[in-house]
């Protein structure tokens, strides 16, 4: 299309708008300032304008989009979004009460696009055009909306709320769910309460007392260095300066699997990291690099002794060589096929576990502003938590020649070996016993009509994909926030709706993740520390969506208070008292990807490696205002059509719980 040859009498501004087209130096392109994507189907969708997009906290955020979200709550008359000193701030008039904005706003946006301050205001100062005269608007010190923190109590818990969230905390009434919190947030902040204070408290206390004032309570009511509510408290962690040691529980249940399927790459996990930029793959390659010599992990190997016994050593030097494809040349089909096959071809090559980095990772360059890094890395050297906020972060502060936070003291030997101090001892009997309480008389996960279950896994899968768009998402948030539960408790709630329907039990156990980062000393180290926990859940009298909600979070808090106890030593005890392991079905929601990754996008569901690890497994996570995910199967009991009729289902019971939470 033929726009125009420049500006007239401007020569500065045609050499910025126009520009020499990368496929075709004869012809010209022009910037528009509109920001678009091409989908799948061909359609070309708008974003909004390059002039309203920011960077808030190291997340590019579209003001538009949030403005337009704020002028779809009930009572707002005007509105406008700025940035104040790194902070989004939403000012509104209201037609008359002031609404309550940000349980509405948490609701349709993703937690970094929330404003963190609401100033209300009679009205918003106007050009003499008439348009919102944003330099004109107050500073939000001057009109806030929210009472601050009023002892320093309060204050305390506003920080650690703060420092977890990653959002400012300004007001004692201020929700921990509206502000995004999630299970994974919880556990942070009660680690770090607990490393602070000596005060132990649980999940449930957290998301009881939800405000800051009430979670100021809550502590003020616990007498310092209580009884652990759950009797069992393992000993500090401290680093020991040792390279070699055992495998911690959750890599050991990695090491068995590894070794019965060796030729299948059950734990290789492939991701993807879509980088909208020129890159040189030399720098590119000496990021990774400076990234294997600055984490333990990523230079440890894993060995058996004579008598088959596992091991992990550090070794002095990893070398990492980046592979490197330029498909710019061929056509744009060809180029998606094309990388999908590299892509796919390293994710299943084998990792010799003896020889680190367990790391691969390929540039395909798109074309010269367009390329995605391919990583693939073994589960034994890392968990989400790793590879969202420690590895990629990393890598992108090398990439641009910054140096990353200090290392944390420990390492994933020292965590090895502090585990095995308790872990094997009679410390953990009570919690174990617990467990064993909560399990007696649950069956094995079951659906009727499907093939029986082999008596050896191939290990064999596929995946179907997995989109909630944004709009139901927002829907599920309020009915989370209103239960006093996280998005993750909602998403499993279906996800057991779903299999009932699908056949099956009402009394149903479904193996769900955490993070295993019990100990503010664990919080930045990398590693795989991620331990499964099992939810047993009632589904029985056809509950109403926001009560059967209540019954999955109740289910969900208390396995989180017992979560010391490793999954394999409690598979391993019911194992031997010849009881299910209960490992088939699995629920797992990653974080979000948080600040630090700048225009950087990262998918783990892009490449398949055509394996399962459970039997069927839904694993989701957040993204941009969405949940998008998989479906995976292990295709020896289930096929593709089983697959997509659950996915129905799901999407089914979605729709309903979002429409009729009471009904």
């Not at 009884?227 to 055992?246: A, D, V, W």
Request: hydrophobic share 45%.
């Amino acid at each position: 299309m033929q726009l125009a040859r420049g500006y007239w009498r401007r020569p500065a501004l045609t050499v910025e708008r126009f520009f020499p087209d990368p496929a075709c130096p004869e012809e010209r392109l022009y910037r528009t300032g509109d920001r678009v994507i091409i989908r799948e189907d061909g359609v070309v969708e708008y974003l909004g304008r390059m002039d309203d997009q920011v960077k808030v906290r190291g997340v590019r955020v579209e003001l538009g989009e949030v403005d337009a979200a704020l002028r779809l709550a009930p009572g707002v008359r005007q509105s406008a979004v700025v940035v104040r000193h790194g902070n989004l701030v939403a000012y509104v008039a209201p037609e008359g009460e002031a609404p309550t904005l940000r349980g509405h706003m948490s609701a349709l946006l993703p937690e970094a696009m929330v404003p963190s301050r609401f100033v209300v205001l009679p009205v918003l100062p106007l050009t003499p055009h008439g348009k919102i005269d944003r330099a004109a608007l107050p500073e939000p010190r001057t009109a806030g909306t929210g009472e601050p923190p009023a002892t320093p109590r309060e204050q305390r818990v506003a920080r650690l709320w703060e420092e977890a969230l990653g959002v400012p905390v300004a007001g004692r009434d201020d929700d921990f769910f509206e502000l995004g919190g999630q299970s994974l947030v919880a556990t942070r902040i009660l680690a770090r309460l607990e490393a602070e204070s000596g005060i132990r408290l649980t999940h449930a206390d957290l998301f009881d007392a939800r405000t800051v004032a009430a979670f100021a309570d809550r502590i003020a009511a616990t007498p310092g260095d209580p009884p652990c509510p759950t009797g069992f408290r393992p000993p500090p962690l401290k680093p020991l300066g040792r390279r070699g040691g055992p495998l911690s529980f959750a890599q050991k249940a990695i090491w068995i699997i590894s070794q019965l399927v060796p030729d299948r790459p059950v734990y290789n996990e492939p991701f993807t990291i879509r980088i909208p930029a020129p890159v040189d793959p030399h720098p590119l390659e000496a990021a990774l690099r400076a990234l294997v010599a600055r984490h333990d992990i990523l230079r440890t190997a894993f060995t058996v002794d004579d008598e088959g016994v596992p091991h992990q050593a550090l070794r002095d030097v990893s070398p990492l060589v980046l592979r490197w494809s330029d498909l710019s040349a061929l056509a744009l089909p060809a180029r998606d096929a094309e990388a999908a096959r590299l892509a796919e071809n390293d994710a299943v090559e084998p990792f010799d576990l003896a020889r680190p980095p367990l790391l691969r990772a390929r540039l395909v360059r798109f074309c010269p502003a367009n390329s995605r890094l391919y990583i693939t890395i073994h589960h034994l050297v890392f968990d989400a938590h790793t590879i969202y906020y420690e590895l990629l972060p990393d890598l992108r502060a090398f990439w641009e020649s910054r140096l990353p936070r200090p290392l944390p003291a420990v390492n994933q030997i020292d965590f090895a070996v502090w585990e095995q101090s308790w872990g094997t001892g009679t410390a953990v009997a009570e919690e174990l016993a617990w467990w064993l309480r909560t399990l007696e008389g649950a069956v094995a996960p079951s659906l009727p009509g499907f093939p029986a279950r082999p008596r050896l896994r191939s290990y064999r899968g596929t995946d179907l994909p997995a989109i909630i768009p944004a709009r139901r998402v927002a829907e599920l948030r309020l009915l989370a926030n209103s239960q006093g539960a996280t998005l993750h408790m909602v998403l499993l709630t279906a996800f057991a709706a779903a299999l009932r329907r699908f056949g099956g039990p009402d009394d149903r156990v479904i193996m769900i993740v955490d993070s295993g980062r019990g100990s503010t000393a664990l919080e930045h180290v990398a590693g795989c520390f991620a331990n499964p926990l099992l939810v047993r859940l009632d589904l029985q009298g056809r509950p109403p969506a926001n009560a059967l909600l209540r019954r999955v979070r109740a289910a969900c808090v208390d396995a989180y208070a017992h979560r010391s106890v490793p999954f394999l030593m409690l598979a391993e005890t019911l194992a031997a008292r010849r009881r299910p392991t209960f490992h088939q079905i699995a629920f797992v929601m990653e974080p979000e990807v948080g600040a630090g990754l700048g225009d950087w996008t990262v998918s783990q569901f892009d490449t398949q490696t055509r394996t399962s690890k459970s039997e069927l497994s839904l694993l989701l996570e957040e993204s941009r205002g969405e949940v998008v995910g998989r479906l995976n199967i292990d295709t020896d009991r289930f096929t593709v059509d089983h697959a997509a009729h659950l996915m129905a289902e799901y999407h089914s019971v979605l729709a309903a719980m979002a429409a009729r939470p009471d009904g």
